[in-house]
């Protein structure tokens, strides 16, 4: 079975600092993806990593912990259109086709003034 | 086009009428999922082609649901028989199929049941 819990939701001001954690339980393991969410938009990529460390791309990082299963995603000098649902995702290789993502429920984020 | 589009943007259909949602995938991806997400959730995912091969169809809820996707471009979502149930966003996604192979998401289709 596949398991990702993130929390549902978190605020923080203007200018801080976020982190958004991930757990995730699955069968096997081929990358875990960040995406940002606006009410009623798609879904956009945000970062992705398939070995452990961080990753940096601008005021995003994204970190993995293979054998803990971890995830988190760092917002930094948050603005008030950061304000929207991030969700965290798994590829799974031993899941149907090997190629979906397994999201979970989304963490909605309310940046404050 | 530039993006993943979908049409149409927001769906209010009858109980018991039959739907299909429409998805034109970003050109020469070849990889094409169906999502669904209901409110305040994250996306399910529902099936997945590869070209015009329909290659996993476990996450269709019932046997109502078929997709298509018959010259490996423009694929249609169809629902038969709607229930309240199927009320929800029904998102596209495509991608390459190499290299960490991210997914781009349609703005989806919002289905109303009533």
């Known amino acids: 079975g596949q398991n990702i819990d993130q929390p549902t939701e978190m605020t923080a001001t203007e200018g801080a600092i976020v982190q958004i954690n991930c757990t995730y339980q699955t069968s096997g393991f081929n990358g875990l993806f960040w995406y940002q969410q606006h009410a009623g938009e798609a879904p956009t990529f945000l970062s992705y990593?398939?070995?452990?460390g961080l990753e940096e791309k601008g005021r995003f990082s994204s970190f993995l912990s293979r054998s803990k299963g971890y995830s988190y995603l760092l917002l930094k000098e948050l603005q008030m259109k950061d304000s929207a649902s991030y969700l965290c995702?798994?590829?799974?290789?031993?899941?149907?086709?090997?190629?979906?993502?397994?999201f979970g429920s989304g963490t909605q984020l309310t940046v404050l003034p | 086009g530039a993006g993943v589009s979908q049409s149409p943007r927001y769906k209010v259909a009858k109980r018991g009428q039959d739907v299909a949602l429409r998805c034109d995938p970003i050109s020469g991806h070849v990889s094409l999922f169906w999502y669904q997400q209901a409110l305040g959730q994250g996306p399910e995912f529902l099936t997945y082609?590869?070209?015009?091969?329909?290659?996993?169809k476990s996450g269709l809820p019932s046997d109502r649901f078929f997709a298509e996707r018959p010259e490996g471009s423009v694929s249609t979502l169809k629902i038969q028989r709607t229930q309240q149930e199927d009320s929800a966003v029904y998102l596209c996604?495509?991608?390459?199929?190499?290299?960490?192979?991210?997914?781009?998401f349609g703005q989806g289709t919002r289905l109303t049941v009533v």
């Open positions: 082609f590869q070209n015009e091969a329909q290659l996993d």
């Open positions: 995702a798994v590829r799974d290789p031993s899941s149907g086709s090997a190629r979906q993502l397994t």
């Open positions: 990593n398939v070995l452990d």
């Open positions: 996604a495509s991608s390459l199929d190499r290299g960490k192979t991210e997914a781009f």
